[in-house]
Every structure is written in structure tokens, then in C-alpha cells.
């Protein structure tokens, strides 16, 4: 893509009304655009890294054996009523009529309807078990929506539902959705630690949320310290299948908690020296609720003896939407934004320092032509300091630079942005360094 066409507005002053620096960022980059208060346009940098995250969520969500489908944003408030939710979700649930004077919703999530969907069509316990989830927008009227993308009213979740026949196969669902959690956020350069956590409108008595440690984030967690040096995912034990419930941290045998769920004994048998208290982003939530919405909606199947069992139920969030947010805090520095590879929107950005002389320009668009769609290509005729500024505030992995002396001796500058460092190498290298970063996650 070539800058001087593209719809990418990045501004020069930092906006007044962003707290923190992954909203500052992002407005400043351009990626989103504030439409009202919590809602937001995607501009054309925020959309691709929106597509990336939510790939890397498709990819490890299939691997899992989830099937995605697509439900519709707009709810009928019967579903709700059936679950008896409709008057207990209160006001952040977005309330509509339609013409016909029917109350509808803006759905805040979709326990009800996938229930009602599988009501639909399972006949026995051999349609079970199954996992069905879609990316999807949500509304949540938030009291005080804010820090950008991180709190919003309209946001995109992954929302994923399990169906089990019974409470050993649901937590075998659980787990399972528990390392897809853990492979996911990984493949993303996050480190995001799972921890026992309160189950709120969504019910149930089991419930871990994903965090990613941040002194912007909106929680309170309290966790032991080893798990910060922890690789959690390699920390795994895919194969424990005792109970799930009484305890606190059956993955990693070490204390994590939000504060609504803080145990102050099981926090005191800590060491004090290993104890940490922390703020971070939650970017993931799972819940394990069995027959909460099957039961209160009807739904029931045959089991193996023929009588009939209410499937055991679990749902599996990720603020798809949010983690684009997270990661920015999480990868960014004065300049701007360090995306991993692996959801940077353009892998490389070619920097023409002397737009207009042949060899430079014939260099550039080789690079920009190897490297297409992937590429970012800055042929503005700015100044060499304002594209530097740019590319730095955008955050491409890699800034391959082009000046008139390295053009005319066929050599290009290659500047990993996470690092700062800089080599200088030939066009194919560029391209093939370029190309090897993003091979286990496309260029498209
Ligand atoms: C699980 C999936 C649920 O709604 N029902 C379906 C369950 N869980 S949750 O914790 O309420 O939300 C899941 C994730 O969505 C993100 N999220 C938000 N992102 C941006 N703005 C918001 N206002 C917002 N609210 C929730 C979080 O990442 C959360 O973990």
C-alpha cells in the first residue's frame, strides 16, 4: 500500500482526552475513530490489526474443535425472559422496539440464543458434546465507558458456548477452552495469566479470567510471583482431569485472583516476599455455569438410558477488540507503537528518503512490489524526519530505509523497530528477513 494513497491519519499532537497511552496511540495512529461515547469506527491501520487478532482467535478456537457460526447482534427480550434475564441484566443492556412495538435488545452476549439455536436441532446425547462460538459485535450500555477501545459500548468479543451431557465432560470443555486461551494470547506475545475470578451476570460457580499485567488496567489481581516468570502455556498439565471447582489454581498449583474472588487465608499461606499485588486487563473470561440456561430454557435431550438430561453448559469470552488495546500497552515506547510480528498490520514499512530520485525510487518499489500486500510503503514527499516519526508511531516490526547512498550501491537499511537495531543488508535479505517473521502467521 502506498502511504501517499492510503486513508492512514496519524496526528501530530497527542489528543486531550486520552488517559492512557494505548487510546493516545491509537488516535494518534489513526486506527480508530470516536463516533460517540464508547463507540468507534475502525479506520483502515486499526482494522487490519482487529483481523489479525481475531485470526490468531479463529485459528486456535478451530483447533480446539469450536465451529463458528454467526449469530445476529439484535435479540428478541422473550429469549431473555425465558432465562429470566431480561429484567435482571439491568441498564447496561441496550433496550429497543421495533415497529411493532416488540421489545428487542442489542445483544450484551449470547447465552440464550445459542441455547435456543441448540434446542433446536439436538435429538439425543449423541449430539452432544459440541462447542459453537462467533466473533461478533456486543452492546453494553457501560456506566463509564473510557480508555478507548478497552472499555467501549460497542466492542467485539469472541463468544464461545459448550454443550456437554454431563458436568465431567463440561470440564473437560473447560480445559480445553483454558489451553486455547493460553495458546492464543501466546501466539500474540501476551503474557496472560489465568486466574480465579467472580462469575457475575454470566452465573455459575466456576470462572477464570485471562489478565495481562498493566498499571492501566481496570482490575485489582493478587497472584504469587512465580508466575510472572512463568511460560504458562509450557507450565500446562493438559492432562489433569480431577474437579475443577474447589481449586484455586489447578493449572499451575500457584495463588491468582481478581479481588472479587480473594482469598485472604489461601493469600496468607504465601510467603510475603512472593506475594503481588497488581493491576491488569482482562482479556479473557470463561465461565463454567452447568445447567443454568439449559434448565431455564428447555432444553433437554435423551440421554444413553433415555431419560432426559439438561446439557451441561460453559461460555468462553475473549474482548477481541479490547486486545488490541492490551497489546499496545503492552508494546509500545515514547515514540509509539512495537506490534509482534504476529498482528502487526503491515509487516515491513519501505521508507523512500529521497522520493523522486531514480535510484531510490526504484529500489523502493522492488521492496514494496516483493514484499505487497504486506508493506507499507512511504512514497510522501516529506522529509525524512516526519516518515521516520510515522513509521515509529505506527509500529511496523520492520522499517526497511532507503537513502540515495545505500540506493546507488543496491544496499537498504533494515531497522527492527522493537529493538532499535539496525543493519544494513541486501534487498533480498530485506525481503526474506521481512518474510520469515511473518511465516507462521500469513502476509495477508
Ligand atoms: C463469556 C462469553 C461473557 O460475556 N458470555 C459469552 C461470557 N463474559 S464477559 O467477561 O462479560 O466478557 C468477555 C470479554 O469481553 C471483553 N469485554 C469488553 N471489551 C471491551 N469493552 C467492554 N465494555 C467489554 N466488556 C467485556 C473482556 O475482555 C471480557 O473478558
Known sequence: MRLSQAFLPTLKETPADAQIASHRLMLRAGMVRQTSAGIYAWLPLGWRVLRRVERIVREEQDAAGAQEILMPTIQTADLWRQSG????????????????????????TNEEMVTEIFRGYARSYRDLPRNLYHIQWKFRDEVRPRFGVMRGREFLMKDAYSFDLDREGAQASYRRMFVAYLRTFARMGLKAIPMRAATGPIGGNLSHEFVVLAETGESQVFLHRDLLDFDVLRAATPDYEGDLSPMVDFWTGRYA???????????????EDRRVSARGIEVGHIFYFGTKYSASMDLKVPGPDGALVAPEMG????????????????????????????????????????QGDAACDAL???????????????????????????????????????GPRGAAAGRVELKRRATGERQEVSPEDAVARVRESRKDVGAG
Not at 322 to 341: K, Q, S, T
Not at 383 to 401: S, T
Open 85 to 108: 434475564r431480561y429484567d435482571a441484566y439491568g441498564p447496561e443492556m441496550l433496550r429497543l422496539k421495533d415497529r411493532h412495538e416488540r421489545d428487542m435488545l442489542y445483544g450484551p
Open 257 to 271: 485472583a481478581t479481588d472479587e474472588e480473594h482469598d485472604e487465608a489461601a493469600w496468607g499461606a504465601i510467603p
Open 315 to 354: 461460555s468462553y469470552g475473549i474482548g477481541v477488540s479490547r486486545l488490541v488495546g492490551a497489546l499496545i500497552e503492552a508494546n509500545h515506547d515514547e515514540a509509539g507503537i512495537r506490534w509482534p510480528d504476529s498482528v502487526a498490520p503491515f509487516a515491513a514499512a519501505v521508507l523512500n528518503l529521497k
Open 364 to 402: 523502493c518499489e522492488r521492496l514494496h512490489a516483493a514484499l505487497s500486500p504486506d508493506c507499507l510503503y512511504d512514497d510522501r514527499a516529506e522529509r525524512a524526519g516526519v516518515k521516520f516519526a510515522d513509521a515509529d508511531l505506527m509500529g511496523h516490526p520492520w522499517q526497511a530505509i532507503v
